[in-house]
């Protein structure tokens, strides 16, 4: 049984509609990597430059926009929080293109793990505390 990780549950918000919103784009991409490991046997090399770019692109421009927020509110551990971002930034940049599609059935398992590892304690830990302290400016 595929042991399915990108559910989305409440208990993720972290109080600020856009990056929500956006998380939730992050886990939707999380899902259409799942599927893709699902039928890992037979997926396009297509598919998986589609899914490679998209994630690249999508997580670029939710990290711009927390930054931006950290900017605007003065978040005092933005340094810290954009070192987080830059470390995941350079995984997912560094991602093998020629052996993911050689051996997606390899390659694949492992983007989940470091994705699945990232996005669950980032959100819940770093993505919570700016969540709070602009909830806390905002009101
Ligand atoms: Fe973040
Ligand atoms: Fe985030």
Wanted: net charge negative; proline share 3%.
């Amino acid at each position: 049984m595929f042991d399915f990780k990108f559910d989305w549950c409440k208990e993720m918000e972290v109080g600020v509609s856009i990056i929500d919103a956006q998380h939730q784009e992050l886990f939707r991409i999380g899902r259409d990597l799942e599927q893709l490991i699902f039928r890992s046997k037979n997926v396009t090399t297509q598919e998986l430059l589609n899914l490679i770019c998209e994630l690249r692109e999508y997580t670029s421009y939710h990290f711009y926009t927390e930054e931006d927020l950290m900017a605007t509110y003065n978040f005092p551990s933005t340094n810290q929080h954009t070192i987080a971002h830059n470390k995941f930034r350079t995984n997912i940049m560094d991602i093998n293109l020629p052996l993911l599609g050689k051996y997606p059935d390899q390659v694949l398992p492992q983007l989940k793990e470091s994705l699945q590892d990232f996005l669950f304690n980032h959100i819940m830990t770093a993505d919570r505390e700016l969540g709070l302290y602009i909830v806390k400016q905002v009101s």
